[in-house]
């Protein structure tokens, strides 16, 4: 649509990307001080305790984990955990991480495809009822989950669902009140001159949405599509209930086996539980390291352009 | 400084708000262009709108029902009316004792966790050297699943761990935190504030939004950093803030895993930290009570409600939006 | 009776299935129909566990195929802590697995006849339950009817460290210890702020034990609930003063020290106490330590008792092949395929003839001499848990009154008239 181009205006000087500054030309309000680093230091240090000890536990030995007696910082290394919880356990586990991987993408894909659009139309749309509807999306995530889930499993069951993902997948693609209510944060943060321009010169509604509001989205939906991603292949309450098949769980699941015993009282492997969780931890950790670049380091100027 | 600033902010908006041309449409035009907004309005959520149809009104509806009956979830629900509301309010002490706890749960670790990520984004928003580290590092929390932050916190909160030690060099004598019905709440809220690096992917977006030429007017103005948070960062981001202070009401009144993880059992000595969710979901699936376990989860639906509406409220004061949310 | 619950049942549950399904076209239901023609059957069977469980049931299963070609089965393992609701859900659905596999909380399900009584049917494949498991056969009963029959079943056992009984130079646990032989012992073992004499008996099945020995009961036998008896009050009081008065245990806090998560199992591997008493599962933990250690009967009071742990297979009232889910329980729980229980040092095997056999008492896997036959000789002295409906909640009862009371001591008498009275209101006297 040719009405597009003139509407975005020439990128004022400042909004080139904010790493072209030199750093004697940094700004005041991006100058780090040592006082700065330290406290990052510190804080990171204390946040990343968890990971260590779950490292140091993950390497100790079946005797030291029978005995509870574990340091933060690992002294035994007993790489062998890693290959037991493959081959010793006589779980699936590349079948768990493959469903894994196709639940929590398609899971991720729904959720960025339905809450751009329903988010925006919050932000942007007048309608009557609006405020009403709004409500009702909040008001949905105010009822505890616990308590819809067996009427939930009944629903599903009535549509054949049970024993295949679609009852993990699908509702994704309907979109869910914490990413709508997100995106219409999101989206509100910025002027709104720019449709309005765009709505003058003849572009309609859903022009606009995708040739202007949808571009400057990326950073809120790279977020969604995290936050998605983590939550769906951390998940296993929702596959507990729904799959039967142990080739059908995820890995969230599956690692399950790993900390349940014969009778209720037995302490878990807890080498073995660790191991699991940094399986678990980890491609999680990589995703979010990867997925900074999209959501912080681009030149959103699209963004930038769209605030007076 | 404050005018110099407001001035500053004032020209950029000036000079970008002529670019961008008018706001005011036409009169007569509203009405019908106002149709087909509308009309729009209701295809654009029609998405989130048949997914509550299908998915959720009708689960809902049934616990509503479910809440005026007695179901064990296997036989029959008998219809008893408002029995199990009335049980809650006036015969159950420790449906009170919960909710006392979530409110102290909520009211604290909210603002708590509020204030440590809005310090830690703007930390992580300055160009610090290996900030994609630093931001890996502080998000990591919110990844690692909660069996192993249970575990961390069994051992640092230990009566003689390391954070006793480390009171005991202050001469405080550290409580047995997790052990003591006094203090195994507050223990709760140290975890919950563990996680606070959670909200810095939203809010550093978010910073990553503002447009630098704010702050280089302020600059000229020889605003400090300090200063130019609270005048360009903070305004800029409250909605974000915003949302993160709802999720974090929504998410803190319902509580479920620190408690079920890391208590023993599971609502602490005494039931000091029994809290709503876990609550219900022991009536529900350990005492088979699910009509009374849904009344608890409707009156919690009412708590959280009003307390989001109080904050809808108070937001107009302090809550900055570009445009307007009609 | 039953087709009329059933209809019931269904209507009501129908009924909020068609709230769930609200605003989707309503499915007309047509579940069930497909009865049992003859031929090949398949049943689904749900256990709980990891995957050494995984492993035993599965291979009884496979011994159970190939000795007939009628009746296959799937296994269905759930994580232990999820399983209750697992269950829950797929019955709440319609679904509930032929087989079950059920423990303390049989009787949540046999009360709301969720599972069916077994007793005719054991009659017709001709299985006495009385003789295949001794007192633990009828374990699993509600109102008069066997609902589950045993699978596994071990009782609670004494675990001793050898080296540091060598060491103070006290004479080994027995089952002829009386309470002040054991707590003398304990005493001789402790090294106060290094090592305990005993690990403490907070949990259910250890002062139970000594509730019962004491000849109090928590249930009595009318059903009434009986926590605050002075039988009671006394073993429970003795219990929390080896810790709190005697210093012979370590207390809550002396264990959050330790280590996280710490209790009993993980501090005797740790030879930080001299006794444990705990179940089966820990010698499998305790095969490589290098300290020496073996088992030992409990100790008794004015009489003999000791809990029990274990499970037992039942059948779903939504299965629609009782019979053979019947005739594959008895293959399970006969003598072949309750040796695999053993093989794979699972647990203890229910089956009393394989509770005696070689194969148990010198089992294979064991690197080190482990007096096995101190199992069968307290299968003698198990007392009955009293399995209600409302077990869990029970439990909960225990629980809210008594874990103060556990981690800083205090006076029994007031705990257990706390728990008394909300037994009381919840326990719905048998009929």
């Not at chain 1, 495809?113 to 509807?133: C, H």
């Not at chain 2, 931001?135 to 954070?163: D, E, H, N, Q």
């Not at chain 3, 023609?37 to 009884?60: C, F, H, I, N």
């Not at chain 3, 029990?308 to 053979?324: P, T, W």
């Amino acid at each position: 649509m040719a009405v597009a181009t003139p509407i975005t205006p020439a990128p004022p000087p400042a909004t080139r990307p904010r790493h072209e500054h030199t750093p004697a030309r940094t700004l005041k309000a991006f100058r780090a001080s040592p006082a700065t680093y330290a406290v990052l230091l510190v804080v990171s240090a204390v946040f990343f305790v968890p990971f260590v000890l779950m490292v140091s536990i993950a390497l100790a030995t079946d005797a030291t984990s029978a005995t509870n007696m574990f340091t933060i910082i690992p002294t035994e290394w007993e790489w062998s955990n890693f290959a037991d919880v493959f081959t010793a356990t006589g779980l699936p586990v590349g079948r768990f991480v493959l469903n894994s991987v196709v639940i929590a993408t398609l899971s991720a894909v729904g959720q960025v495809l339905s809450s751009s659009l329903v988010g925006y139309a919050f932000a942007r749309l007048r309608a009557p009822g609006k405020n009403l509807m709004f409500m009702v999306v909040l008001a949905t995530m105010m009822i505890p989950a616990q308590i819809t889930m067996i009427p939930q499993f009944l629903l599903f069951k009535e549509l054949g669902w049970v024993n295949t993902f679609l009852p993990l997948i699908v509702p994704n693609f309907f979109s869910n009140a914490f990413n709508v209510f997100l995106v219409r944060q999101f989206v509100s943060r910025v002027s709104g001159e720019l449709d309005e321009a765009a709505q003058v010169d003849g572009l309609g509604y859903f022009g606009i949405y995708r040739r202007i509001v949808l571009p400057m989205m990326w950073p809120i939906l790279t977020a969604i599509a995290i936050f998605t991603l983590t939550a769906a292949w951390g998940d296993f309450m929702g596959p507990l209930i729904y799959l039967n098949q142990e080739d059908t769980m995820p890995l969230a699941l599956g690692l399950q086996f790993m900390t349940s015993t014969s009778n209720a009282m037995q302490l878990p492997p807890w080498n073995l539980v660790m191991v699991g969780s940094i399986l678990l931890t980890v491609p999680m950790i990589a995703v979010y390291y990867a997925g900074q670049k999209y959501l912080y380091e681009m030149n959103l100027s699209g963004g930038s352009a769209g605030v007076k | 400084m404050a005018v110099d600033l407001g001035e500053a902010l004032g020209t950029v908006r000036a000079t970008r708000s002529h670019r961008a041309g008018g706001r005011r449409v036409p009169r007569q035009k509203l009405t019908r262009r106002r149709k087909v907004e509308a009309r729009w309005f209701w295809l654009f959520i029609s998405p989130w709108l048949i997914g509550f149809v299908g998915f959720l009104l009708g689960p809902m509806v049934a616990s509503v029902y479910i809440s005026l009956t007695e179901w064990d979830s296997f036989t029959p629900p008998t219809f008893v009316g408002g029995d199990n509301y009335v049980r809650a309010l006036t015969e159950d002490p420790v449906f009170w004792q919960a909710l006392r706890n979530t409110f102290f749960y909520a009211l604290v670790s909210v603002p708590v966790g509020l204030v440590i990520g809005v310090w830690l984004a703007n930390l992580l928003n300055k160009q610090v050297r290996g900030r994609k580290l630093f931001r890996t590092m502080i998000y990591l929390p919110t990844l690692v699943p909660m069996v192993a932050t249970a575990m961390v916190f069994k051992m640092v909160l230990a009566p003689s761990g390391p954070l006793n030690d480390l009171l005991g060099l202050v001469g405080i004598t550290g409580p047995n935190w997790l052990l003591d019905p006094t203090w195994v709440k507050p223990a709760l809220v140290v975890l919950s504030a563990w996680g606070a690096g959670g909200a810095t992917v939203l809010l550093l977006s978010a910073m990553n939004g503002v447009p630098k030429e704010f702050y280089e007017a302020a600059e000229i103005d020889g605003a400090g950093p300090v200063r130019q948070f609270w005048s360009i960062t903070f305004p800029q981001i409250t909605p974000i803030i915003f949302f993160n202070l709802i999720m974090g009401l929504i998410g803190a009144f319902q509580v479920f895993g620190q408690v079920y993880i890391l208590t023993k059992p599971v609502g602490g000595p005494d039931n000091a930290s029994m809290m709503m969710v876990p609550l219900l979901f022991r009536e529900a699936f350990s005492f088979y009570q699910f009509g009374y376990a849904s009344a608890i989860a409707w009156l919690l639906f009412v708590v959280i409600i009003a307390f989001t509406i109080v904050a809808f409220r108070t937001s107009r004061r302090w809550v900055f939006y570009e445009t307007e949310v009609r | 009776m039953g087709t009329t619950r059933s209809r019931v049942r269904r209507t009501g549950t129908a009924a909020i299935a068609a709230l769930s399904t609200l605003a989707m076209v309503a499915a007309c239901g047509s579940g069930g129909g497909d009865a049992a023609a003859d031929g090949p059957v398949t049943l689904t069977m749900t256990v709980w566990g990891g995957d050494v469980d995984k492993k035993s049931y599965q291979e009884r299963i496979d011994l159970f195929e190939a000795s007939q070609d009628e009746i296959s089965i799937k296994l269905q393992l759930i994580p232990g802590d999820k399983y209750e609701q697992k269950v829950q859900t797929m019955i709440a659905g319609g679904d509930g697995p032929d087989i079950m596999q059920v423990a303390e909380g049989v009787n949540v399900y046999s009360s709301k006849k969720q599972i069916i009584p077994l007793d005719d049917l054991a009659a017709d494949a001709g299985l006495d339950l009385e003789e295949r498991f001794g007192p633990v056969g009828t374990l699993y009963s509600y109102d008069g009817s066997v609902y589950a029959v045993p699978d596994r079943s071990g009782a609670m056992i004494v675990y001793y460290n050898k080296d540091m009984f060598d060491a103070a130079g006290v004479e080994y646990p027995s089952a002829d210890w009386t309470w002040e032989d054991a707590q003398t012992a304990m005493e001789q073992l402790t090294v106060p702020g290094e090592q305990w004499g005993y690990a403490g008996a907070g949990w259910w099945a250890q002062w139970w034990s000594f509730a019962y020995q004491n000849g109090g009961r928590i249930i009595d036998e009318d059903g009434l609930p009986a926590a605050n008896s002075p039988e009671v009050v006394e073993a429970l009081q003795w219990a929390n003063d080896l810790t709190h008065v005697h210093h012979v245990a370590p207390t809550a806090a002396e264990y959050a020290d330790m280590g996280p998560d710490m209790g009993g199992d993980p501090a005797f591997a740790a030879q930080k106490v001299a006794m444990n008493t705990t179940g089966f599962w820990a010698i499998n933990s305790l095969l490589e330590a290098d300290f020496e250690w073996d088992i030992a009967p409990l100790w008794q009071g004015g009489e003999q008792a000791v809990s029990a742990f274990g499970s037992g297979l039942a059948i779903s009232r939504d299965s629609k092949h009782a019979e053979q889910a019947f005739e594959a329980i008895d293959f399970l729980t006969d003598a072949e395929a309750q040796a695999v229980i053993i093989k794979n040092a699972q647990d203890v095997p229910a089956n009393l003839e394989v509770q005696a056999s070689e194969e148990f008492l010198k089992p294979a896997w064991a690197t080190r001499e482990v007096n096995m036959g101190a199992f069968g000789e307290s299968s003698a002295f198990v007392f009955t848990s009293p399995l209600i409906p409302e077990w869990n909640q029970m439990q909960a009862a225990f629980d809210d009154s008594l874990s103060t009371f556990w981690n800083e001591g205090g006076d029994a008498k007031t705990q257990l008239d706390a728990v008394q009275q909300k037994l009381e209101a919840v326990i719905k006297p048998a009929r």
